[in-house]
């Protein structure tokens, strides 16, 4: 499986993960200028800013691992042009959160 399609299956079941939780899904994978955001969900009232990380292994590190201070900064300013473009207000609740999804097959296991 190549790192693409890996990825959207991993967005695919965090996004998954989100509604069964009770989120609401409001956009997946929202470019502009400043970044960009895998999922924006909302539960409650609360606006949650979603990275994905989806690995086939732990070689590289934890998922998690992969979502830099530099990361971050560009998903606040993402999540900031969102705000601006859809209208929310200042008040409004707003998280970040990031889900590892780690794939791992074994064939043959037993």
Known sequence: MNSSTLGKCGE???ADILEAEG???LER???CRAGEIDIIAEKNG???FVEVKTRSGLGAGRPAEAVTFQKQRRIRRAASVYLQNHGSRREQLCSFH???VLY???PHAF
């Open 12 to 14: 695919d079941f965090a």
């Open 23 to 25: 989120c609401t899904v």
């Open 29 to 31: 994978n929202f470019r």
């Open 46 to 48: 609360e606006l949650y």
């Open 98 to 100: 990031v889900i590892e």
């Open 104 to 106: 791992h097959h074994i």
